[in-house]
Each structure stands twice: as structure tokens, then as C-alpha cells.
């Protein structure tokens, strides 16, 4: 991590804080954070406004702390604890209002909550947060209050005659207008992530895959299933990537190679770290699942939705964003058949999911039947994987998910 945008700050010039004391949320390209306080003291400057992005290394605020306090803070160490920072004591207040007042939407201070996701939206729609009625929690500004507020603010007479592109006498639109805005910090590592990934050089296998007997499966697994989350196909394609992984360790290595290397290096790497991309309200994420060998199908089921939980609140560790060694990445929950995946630099392969969709096929007294079909998308580095290693862990991944009973019966 390079660089971290301000949240929102918990206190103010003058506020008494103590040791663990929250100041401040900041956004890392990975996950929120709050940064508490190392110190007994006062608070004589905060360096940095909300948005801000600041360089890791740089100082957030100035505190001065008992051993070299002035006199004019003496009388603020000395008094009680002082009330929360204005912005913190009225976001509290708002809160607690709404609840009693149904749905009442905020406004005000405390409605300049939001993620770095919502405020890119923001400047892309050139819409001052403090216009935007936040219905989210604790006046939480939400992505649905900006484009409500937008279609609002657009749908009036003189709004709708500036949309009406003004054409010249000759019938010819004028020139395009272009703003330019900065990325947010996940944008930005997006960014340099896949710039570095498309150095790589990518070849794609693809194959169809009959999922008709385990969707069975899972119906009647999550039917008696009374406690923890439903198992989806993920959870089971999850598995199966691992027990093919024991048969084929080069897709779950990594290459080494640099200025200082004389000769590129295979790494390999005993455990297994299975990345499983997530659509979050920052963006994309792509936390992974510990040694996923040593698991059952319901504990790699309660790890996804312990991750994706996390995920949504921007709250997911370093541990839980870094180690991964192959990546799964589940398009077909939002839509789509196939995908082209990009490989992430530490890793060699990963695999994209498509809509498992209801087909015709014709069985083996060639009799028409339906069949629920899935597409499976590998991506892998050609540098190191050729295509016959790469087609015999697809089969083998295949087999496991098409015969269920195979991957079961390998589990410890």
C-alpha cells in the first residue's frame, strides 16, 4: 500500500484524545481502516480535508502529548473527556433521529459519509455531497441517493434544455465536453495491477461443463442444511480446483524474475490460497481462502461469506487480500457466459466462471434431454504452462465437478 484517501475524521483542532482513541477512517486500494491515536493529548492540527489522498509515511495530524504540552492545553488535559468531534456527535444524533422518524432521509455534515466508490461517482456527476440526501446508516451516503438526486436534478425544464446537444446553423454538434477526474485509490491499483498482469503473456481454454448432477446435489444438501450458509457451485468448484491441484502444483506456483535475478525462478508453494474475485461497493476485491486442501466444502462456504461480508464493509485485512496462489472469479452470478480472465502477477492461472444456463444435449441413446451447462474460462501463463498441462487440469476439474461423488470421495 502507497497511498490512502481520507474518510472522514473523528475529531478536531482542540479535542482531547487518548491512547486508542479513533481519529480518523482512511481507504486503501484494499479495505477502510481507523487509525487510533498513540498518545495521550490534544489535537492542534489535522494536516489533511476529507478526500484527501496521502502518501503512507506522511503525517496525519499534529498532537501535542503530556510530556511537551503548552499551557494553553493544559486546561483541555484537565477537564473530563470532552464531547465527540461535531461531525461524530451530530452523525450519532442523525442517526438515532432517523430511527424514530421512519424514513426520513439525512442532510447536512453528517451526510459527507461515503465509500471512495460513491465519490468517484460524485465528481463523475459533478454533485456536491452535501446536496445528496444519504439514506444509508448513519446518513451514509449510498450510490442509489446520488443517481436519485441526479435524475431529480435533470428532469427539470432548464436542465433538460442544457442536455439537448446545441447544434450549430449548419445542423453539426459542437465539440465534445470532457472533465477530467482523479481515481479512487482501488481504481488506481486496478490500474497498475493490470498493467503489470498484460505483460504477461495469456492463453485462453475454455470448455463447457455439465453441472446437471451436482445442482442436484446441492438442492438436497441445502434442503437438510439447518445451520450455516447455502453451498453454491462455487464452493464445490473451489474444491475441486484444490484436488486438482494436488495432481498439478505448476498452476498453483509463481515465477520470480527481475533485474537482480540472473535467471527467472519457479517458486512453488505447498499451500493451496484460492482467490475468489468479489464485486464490492468499492470495486473489485479478490481476497482468498486459506489452505483450502485442509477444508471441508461448509467451511470454504462459511470463509466466502465470512469474506464477502467484509468485503461489503470495506473492512477486509491485508492477510485476507494477499497469499493467494490461483484465482476463481464467478462472473455468472451477475451474468454472462463466457469471460477472458486476467492473470494476477503472483499467479500463473485462473479460472472464470459463466452462467450455469438450461441447454438441450443429447444423452448416450441419443435422446434429447436438458442439461444445465456452465462455461469454464481458463486463463494461464504461457511463459510456463503449456496447453496440454493446462486442458488436463481443466478435465480433471471437469471430472470432479460432473461426478461429484469423485470429488467427495476424495475428501479427508
Given at each position: 500500500?502507497?497511498?490512502?484517501q481520507i ?12 491512547e486508542?482513541?479513533k481519529v480518523?477512517e482512511?481507504a486503501?486500494d484494499k ?8 498518545y ?6 489535522l ?16 498532537i ?7 499551557p ?10 470532552q464531547?465527540?468531534a461535531p461531525g461524530?456527535?451530530?452523525?450519532d444524533?442523525s442517526?438515532?433521529a432517523r430511527?424514530?422518524g421512519?424514513l ?10 461515503a465509500?471512495p466508490a460513491v465519490?468517484g461517482?460524485?465528481k463523475?456527476l459533478?454533485?456536491?455531497?452535501t446536496d ?14 446520488v ?16 442536455a ?8 453539426v454538434e459542437?465539440?465534445?465536453?470532457e472533465?477530467a ?6 481504481q488506481s491499483q486496478?490500474?497498475?495491477?493490470m498493467?503489470?498482469s498484460?505483460?504477461?503473456?495469456h492463453f485462453?481454454?475454455?470448455?463447457e ?5 451436482l ?11 439447518r ?7 462455487l464452493?464445490?468448484i ?8 494436488e ?10 524474475a527481475g533485474i537482480d535475478q540472473?535467471?527467472?525462478?519457479l ?13 464490492t461497493?468499492?470495486?473489485l476485491?479478490?481476497?482468498n481462502?486459506?489452505?483450502v486442501?485442509?477444508q471441508?466444502i461448509g467451511e470454504?462456504a462459511?470463509?466466502c461469506?465470512?469474506l464477502?461480508?467484509l ?8 492477510t485476507?487480500?494477499t497469499g493467494g496462489?490461483?484465482t476463481v472469479?464467478?462472473?455468472g ?7 477472458a480472465p ?6 500463473v ?10 441447454l438441450?444435449r443429447f444423452?448416450?441413446k441419443?435422446?434429447?434431454?436438458k ?7 481458463w486463463?494461464?501463463d504461457h511463459?510456463?504452462?503449456d ?7 481443466a478435465e480433471?476439474v ?6 461429484p461423488?469423485?470429488?467427495?470421495a476424495r475428501?479427508?
Amino acid at each position: 500500500i502507497k497511498e490512502v484517501q481520507i474518510i472522514q475524521w473523528f475529531v478536531q483542532p482542540g479535542a482531547r484524545v487518548e491512547e486508542w482513541d479513533k481519529v480518523c477512517e482512511v481507504a486503501s486500494d484494499k479495505a477502510n481502516v481507523e487509525i487510533t491515536s498513540k498518545y495521550d493529548g490534544v489535537i492542534k492540527k489535522l494536516h489533511y480535508e476529507p478526500e484527501d489522498v496521502v502518501q503512507v509515511g506522511q503525517p496525519l495530524l499534529e498532537i501535542d502529548v503530556l510530556d511537551d504540552v503548552v499551557p494553553d492545553d493544559e486546561a483541555t488535559l484537565a477537564s473530563e473527556p470532552q464531547q465527540p468531534a461535531p461531525g461524530v456527535q451530530e452523525k450519532d444524533i442523525s442517526y438515532k433521529a432517523r430511527e424514530e422518524g421512519g424514513l426520513e432521509a439525512f442532510s447536512g455534515r453528517h451526510a459527507a459519509l461515503a465509500t471512495p466508490a460513491v465519490r468517484g461517482l460524485l465528481k463523475e456527476l459533478d454533485v456536491n455531497i452535501t446536496d445528496v440526501k444519504g439514506t444509508g446508516k448513519d446518513g451514509r451516503v449510498l450510490k442509489e441517493d446520488v443517481h436519485r438526486y441526479v435524475a431529480g436534478r435533470d428532469s427539470g425544464p432548464s436542465s433538460t434544455a442544457q442536455a439537448t446537444p446545441r447544434r450549430s446553423a449548419f445542423g453539426v454538434e459542437e465539440a465534445q465536453v470532457e472533465k477530467a477526474i482523479g481515481l479512487t485509490p482501488i481504481q488506481s491499483q486496478m490500474f497498475k495491477a493490470m498493467t503489470k498482469s498484460l505483460s504477461i503473456p495469456h492463453f485462453l481454454y475454455a470448455d463447457e461443463v455439465d453441472v446437471t448432477v451436482l445442482s442436484a446435489l446441492r438442492r438436497r444438501l441445502n434442503a437438510q442444511l439447518r445451520d450455516g450458509p447455502k453451498l453454491s457451485y462455487l464452493h464445490f468448484i473451489i474444491k475441486a480446483v484444490s484436488l486438482a491441484l494436488e495432481e498439478f502444483p505448476l498452476l498453483n506456483a509463481r515465477v520470480e524474475a527481475g533485474i537482480d535475478q540472473p535467471a527467472p525462478q519457479l517458486i512453488m508453494r505447498e499451500k493451496q490460497n484460492i482467490g475468489v474475485a468479489m464485486d464490492t461497493p468499492k470495486g473489485l476485491l479478490v481476497p482468498n481462502i486459506k489452505n483450502v486442501s485442509s477444508q471441508s466444502i461448509g467451511e470454504i462456504a462459511s470463509e466466502c461469506s465470512r469474506l464477502q461480508a467484509l468485503a461489503k464493509e470495506g473492512r477486509l485485512s491485508a492477510t485476507d487480500l494477499t497469499g493467494g496462489t490461483i484465482t476463481v472469479s464467478n462472473i455468472g452470478n451477475i451474468g454472462g457466459t463466457y469471460v477472458a480472465p486476467i492473470i494476477v502477477q503472483s499467479e500463473v492461472a485462473i479460472l472464470g466462471l459463466g452462467k450455469a444456463r438450461t441447454l438441450p444435449r443429447f444423452n448416450d441413446k441419443d435422446e434429447m434431454v436438458k442439461k444445465e451447462i456452465m462455461n469454464f474460462s481458463w486463463s494461464a501463463d504461457h511463459r510456463l504452462v503449456d496447453g496440454a498441462t493446462m486442458a488436463r487440469m481443466a478435465e480433471k476439474v471437469r471430472g470432479f465437478v460432473e461426478e461429484p461423488g469423485l470429488l467427495i470421495a476424495r475428501l479427508r
